[in-house]
């Protein structure tokens, strides 16, 4: 869903990423996950989470969430067959508790009802963002190991 086009609502924008966003999104999501790394596997391993991020991370996909001229976080989606999938949502620190990370969720859920999809986020059990998308109308639909598959109908 990264149409290239900036996306602006109640003081925020949404821009398409490009190359040199790469480290921004890299520490923001290190910082954010680290925690949950460290309770599922028991430890940080910082070459293998780069890795693994590097595979993740793609560019056409993800857009940086700016507010004030600063970048606060980055989201990655994807449409697919069955929906538009949210793979990653991420708020830096410094940004956090300010509603931007609500703000940004009912733009994501308006392109999907533009587009009449549902959308699907997988998160870890014990993760408080269950509760953020919950509120927001996702329902568990399955569960795997350590996760939980939600989806938002968009009705």
Do not use: C
């Not at 533009?114 to 639909?141: D, E, H, S, W």
């Amino acid at each position: 869903m990264n149409s290239g086009v900036v996306s602006e609502i109640q003081g925020l924008e949404l821009r398409p990423a490009v190359a040199a966003d790469f480290a921004f999104a890299r520490g923001v999501h290190h910082t954010g996950m680290r925690w949950l790394g460290e309770r599922l596997l028991g430890h940080w391993d910082v070459a293998l989470q780069d890795a693994r991020f590097e595979q993740k991370f793609v560019l056409d996909e993800v857009r940086i969430i700016v507010t004030g001229g600063d970048s606060a976080g980055y989201l990655q989606t994807a449409v697919e067959a069955d929906g538009v999938v949210l793979k990653e949502l991420h708020i830096d620190a410094a940004f956090q508790n300010r509603g931007i990370g609500t703000k940004v969720l009912g733009l994501l859920l308006g392109e999907a009802r533009r587009i009449a999809r549902p959308m699907t986020v997988t998160v870890v059990k014990f993760n408080p963002a269950l509760a953020f998308y919950q509120r927001a109308g996702f329902r568990i639909i399955s569960e795997q190991d350590q996760r939980y598959h939600l989806r938002h109908e968009n009705k």
